[in-house]
């Protein structure tokens, strides 16, 4: 158990609270239960919201809630071919879901982003779905439930979406602006490196948990099939350091055929001058996005953070992200941890970038704002590398604010000193960010329930996959 002390206290109380009941039973948490602030969309619950509670709830022995959680989110899956262009797509999960009372009798009504800002629908609910399922099972063994029909259906449903037609040939994952935790306007449409670690990572949990029966053995090998090119393609060509910013400083452009070194067309103007002082020593990261003639070169939290847990980075990239996060500490940890992207887009760039969107203004919300939900993340990577003085010294920090600042969604300023202009207090995964750090230290072996071990793949052979 965790030690009893008035932080953790507070905190479990305030999780408590935010649990949301469907016909008696506990089925997720809202995203917040802030008394000043109108609830708009806050109190419900969102699915990737829900995975850091769900883990803190595996981590201490209840997990009625999670399989609940799993059972009634994947009852809101859309499960229909669809060519009408408002309705969601098949396989598709809520971004969020509520419960609403008719006649005496309780439903969950979801949302597939047509309520939300911008009307996106959401990629990565499945992904965080499937990871959560994955823990589920190994903390509580219950390999049966996601042996049922109706999850094996829900699953084949969720890979004939990612790896069915497409209008690319990469093999990362093609999406628009706002389908992830970046849910506006930030320029992260195309093939970004959150989607693309969730995706690794939930094709894995998908490996482990799929049936080689039937249908589910093609779904088998086209995940072998994808991991493998997705794995090289990943480490290859998204991986930013000293030495390979000078590989792209020196690029030809408009190469042509199946020996061209610059396979994107990235023209080496492109590299931003912060990104050649910001690289120090051993230090490196994944780009925050890759596609025809753009390298994204921020690097974002959540996608290095999760490819190191799922182990979509190498072991040595690894260690080059948590060399990178030591040497830039204070840009990338700050008051609080952490950055959900650095550095900010200012300017004419967040002009054009944003809409002039005034939430994600510079350094505020998920242009460059800090999100304590990240903690949990921090916290496993560290753990993963042997960084465990790292997890400590970001604990101490949001030790000194969370309470008193009565658990906010982020914080603003270059470095997280201030609460965020927008955000809402007791927000959940803030607070269940923070419990999940410290069972994580209390029993570090609870990392295996999101974390996946390094694989080997054939290089020679992806090479050559990737040029054809």
Known sequence: MLAENTLVKEAYAALENAILYYRGQPVGTVAARDPEAVALNYDQCFVRDFVSSGLFFLMQGKPEIVRNFLVEVLRLQSREPQLECFQPGQGLFPASFKVVEREGEEYLTADFGEQAIAQVAPIDSCFWWLILLRAYVKATGDL????????????????????????????TLL????????DRRMGVYGYPL???????????????LLLPSGSGSTYLQAIETRLS????????????????????????????????VNRFNVYSDTIPPWSIEWLMGKGGYLAGNLGPGQIDF??????????IIASLATASQAQAIMALLEQRWQELVGYMPMKICFPAVEGQDWRTITGSDPKNIPWSYHNGGNWPVLLWLLTAAALKTGKVELVHKALAIAEQRLLD?????????RNGRLIGKEARKYQTWTIAAFLVTKALLANPEYIALISFDEESFNEESNATACTV
């Open 229 to 260: 090119h997705l794995t090289y393609h990943v480490r290859k060509y998204y991986w930013l350091d000293l030495k390979r910013l000078n590989e792209i400083y020196r690029y030809k452009g408009d190469e042509f055929g199946a020996l061209a």
């Open 175 to 182: 999406v628009p602006d706002g389908s992830f935790m970046i």
């Open 144 to 171: 049966k439930l996601a042996h049922r029909p109706d999850f094996q259906h829900g699953i084949h449903l969720i890979l004939q979406l990612c790896l069915e037609a497409r209008f690319d040939m990469f093999p």
């Open 298 to 307: 921020r690097f974002f939290g959540l996608g290095n953070l999760m490819a």
């Open 405 to 413: 600042d009565q658990w906010p969604e982020y914080y603003d300023d």
């Open 194 to 208: 959150e989607i693309q670690a969730l995706f690794y990572a939930a094709l894995r949990a998908a490996r482990e």
